[in-house]
């Protein structure tokens, strides 16, 4: 694969993602791992494994973005991750509108214009509730796979209403639940559920402009999607690879910045 | 042995130290002059006339060591009518900007953690907290805080004062005085309004003249006056200048020479010190020299400073080329020039009293904001969310939102403390500045 002009790195809390994009701004390659302590060695690791896989020893022009963008010595330029989700999201789908990221750690709202540019956003960085730390601590809690969260979560007939918002709570309040005998699966959609409202208040900080658009890891799943739909009532839209677009979007800012516009989706 | 003790910290007071003092400024204008000592890629050096404003801070914390020696001394919020407290020779001490100082001294969570672990809640503003726990812990920056033989409070900031200083009152056993300045929810202040803070201002002063030992002389009064007007109008220009492209004074530097006029305003010296800064300004200005060395982006600042981060903040817009040009908080030392009358002390104290910004409505501010974006020709706004300061805080989310709606300028929220650093977090602050200035590059 000798194809690739530009590459993009995504240094986030939970995972660490690389994209590599061939001329036009087709995603063509990406790896993903578990984000680890060492950061620094992992990121030497992964770099090496792109230049591996692309045969493009040089792993440059090269964008680093989130929490641990400034970590990448190897970077040619560092980008937060507003600019590259907003760009991977225009690039991916085509349109302007409203994206929510839902990070491992944190999770925003970008207001898009129609050209992709950023017009506003609003950030969750203080609290884990409305991120996806919050469904992964639970699940834990409640012995279900993560993978299979939405899926269990969208089958429950009854939902139980969690009073908490706060991650740590939630977590007692389920304890509680249990043991008044309230199933795993209501007690699921009602997690989702106080997620997706935390959302839906950040969503109006910036204003909802229609669609409506998933990104980050959780967008995997199902139920925040359809919760979110059901929330807003507007059509929720996922791009391919909802995990990678802010490796992609910094990928794409790398290939602006060899003078090469990315083409349409 | 007293006789002894007396002329030593009198020789200290008057003599060692302020000539230490001055010794200490010419060095820093030496370094000053050879451009030495000043290593920042994004910012100029800060302003000649600094090192003269550090002195007379410096000074004014070394004569109040011993000011419990020979003089009265007032504890004041920052913004009551000091003038008359001035015309009767008072020491005067600003908790708010000793708290200020241990901010900036990173010392400001040591001596909060004083006053929660004697009980007082860390909802309480941090720097009710800081001066509590500076009380209590006899702890302090500035060598020795002189005790207050009066408390002078003004409730057109905000409530906590009110309590504050009853705390402090309780607990010194001195005499509290109090000015209540009813809200002004509209343009102006009911004329009942004003009557109403004058009155208390009048029958405060016998009580003052009891404290003080002394009558209150007119003249010095309407000197008081003029010299408070004359150094608020000279602030008030210094910061227009700023409507200059790129803006001479960056607010960051603002936050730190606004120092004078607010605790030693009604000094001659305070008047001088502010015609130097002008004159340098408009050096500055003739040369072309702004305070950010790239300015692409021109930001108002909403709220108090981060006292404990100044220079990292002003290194971090600075860095993405964009300069603090405009704040609604040092603008609220300079707007009320205007309104003060020597002529009608009284009167024209109960005004300019009443019209502080956080005496006002949100509307005002928003209103403020909107002009100030024109005036200064801004593309952004950094909205300091305080969480220790509810008054200048409440609203700032639809205050965010009605600035993109109508005046098209996109606005962050930053959420920090003006003194509690635990409320601050470096990574999640430096994430949303630098995505706010890509968004403005685009
Ligand atoms: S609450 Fe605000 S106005 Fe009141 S003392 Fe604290 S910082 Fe000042």
Redesign the interface.
């Given at each position: 694969m000798t194809g690739i002009r530009a590459w993009g790195i995504d240094v986030g809390s939970s995972t660490t993602k690389i994209v590599g994009v061939e001329a036009g701004g087709t995603m063509c390659l990406h790896l993903l791992e578990d984000s680890e302590p060492r950061a620094e060695e992992q990121i030497v690791r992964m770099l090496q494994r792109a230049a591996a896989a692309s045969g493009d020893q040089r792993v440059r022009p090269l964008v680093a973005t989130g929490?641990g963008r400034k970590l990448v010595q190897q970077a040619d330029r560092v980008?937060?991750?507003?600019?590259c989700h907003a760009r991977g999201a225009y690039r991916a789908l085509g349109h302007g509108g409203t994206l929510v990221d839902v990070g491992g750690q944190d999770s925003k709202v970008i207001k898009l214009g129609p050209q992709g540019?950023?017009?506003?956003?609003a950030?969750n960085?203080?609290c884990a509730a409305g991120t996806g730390r919050f469904l992964e601590n639970t699940c834990r809690r409640l012995g279900v796979d993560l993978e299979r969260l939405g899926e269990v979560a969208l089958a429950a007939r009854d939902e139980a209403t969690l009073s908490s918002t706060c991650t740590v709570f939630a977590e007692s309040e389920i304890v509680s639940l249990l043991a008044h005998g309230v199933g795993v699966e209501p007690i699921l959609k009602g997690l989702h559920r106080a997620l997706v409202q935390r959302l839906v208040a950040m969503i109006h900080?910036v204003?909802l402009t229609p669609p409506l658009m998933l990104s980050g890891g959780v967008a995997r799943n199902p139920a925040v999607a359809r919760l979110l739909e059901a929330e807003t009532g507007e059509t929720v839209v996922v791009p391919p690879h909802p995990q990678l677009l802010g490796a992609f979007g910094a990928a794409l800012v790398a290939l602006e910045s060899v003078g090469e516009r990315p083409g349409k989706p | 042995m007293k006789a002894l003790g007396d002329l030593r910290d009198y020789a200290v007071a008057r003599v060692v130290g302020p000539a230490a003092l001055r010794v200490q400024r010419w060095g820093n204008q030496w370094r000053a002059w050879r451009g030495s000592g000043w290593e920042s890629a994004y910012l100029a050096p800060p302003l000649g006339v600094a090192v003269r404003g550090k002195e007379m801070v410096a000074r004014h914390w070394l004569a109040g060591r011993y000011a419990n020696r020979d003089r009265k001394v007032a504890w004041i919020t920052s913004a009551a009518p000091v003038e008359l407290l001035h015309a009767l020779g008072f020491f005067i001490v600003y908790p708010e900007n000793h708290g200020a100082i241990c901010g900036a001294a990173r010392v400001a969570v040591d001596l909060s953690c004083e006053a929660e672990n004697a009980g007082y809640s860390r909802d309480l503003c941090s720097y009710a907290r800081t001066d509590l726990g500076s009380l209590f812990s006899g702890r302090t920056p500035v060598g020795r805080l002189p005790m207050p033989d009066l408390l002078f409070a003004c409730t057109n900031i905000c409530q906590t004062v009110l309590f504050w200083y009853r705390v402090l009152a309780h607990q010194l056993r001195v005499p509290l005085v109090l000015i209540d300045t009813p809200f002004v929810y509209f343009e102006t202040a009911p004329e009942h309004a004003v009557a109403y803070v004058q009155r208390q201002i009048e029958t405060s002063v016998p009580v003052l003249e009891k404290i003080a030992g002394r009558s209150l002389g007119m003249a010095k009064l309407k000197e008081t006056g003029t010299l408070s007007r004359e150094a608020a109008h000279l602030w008030m220009e210094i910061m227009q200048r700023n409507a200059h492209q790129p803006a001479p004074i960056s607010v960051v530097d603002q936050f730190t020479l606004m120092a004078p006029v607010v605790e030693m305003r009604g000094e001659p010296a305070t008047v001088d010190f502010y015609a130097a800064m002008l004159r340098e300004v408009d050096g500055r200005i003739a040369e072309g020299v702004g305070a950010v060395k790239d300015e692409r982006h021109r930001l108002l600042w909403d709220n108090l400073p981060i006292w404990y981060r100044l220079k990292d903040v002003a290194e971090m817009l600075g860095a993405g080329g964009a300069a603090l040009v405009a704040s609604t908080y040092t603008n609220a030392w300079g707007e009320l020039a205007d309104l003060i009358d020597p002529e009608e002390p009284f009167e024209s104290m109960a005004r300019t009293y009443l019209y502080p910004i956080l005496n006002r409505g949100t509307g005002h501010k928003l209103k403020t904001m909107r002009r100030m974006i024109d005036q200064y020709s801004l593309d952004g706004v950094l909205l300091h969310s305080d969480r220790s300061c509810k008054p200048y805080s409440i609203g700032q989310l639809d205050q965010r939102d009605r600035l993109a709606r109508e005046t098209g300028v996109p606005a962050l929220l930053l959420e920090a403390d003006h003194n509690d650093s635990r409320c601050y977090s470096e990574a999640q602050v430096a994430n949303r500045v630098a995505a706010f200035i890509e968004t403005l590059e685009r």
């Open positions: 929490y980008v937060t991750e507003i600019t540019e950023v017009l506003d956003f950030m960085d203080k900080t204003g | -």
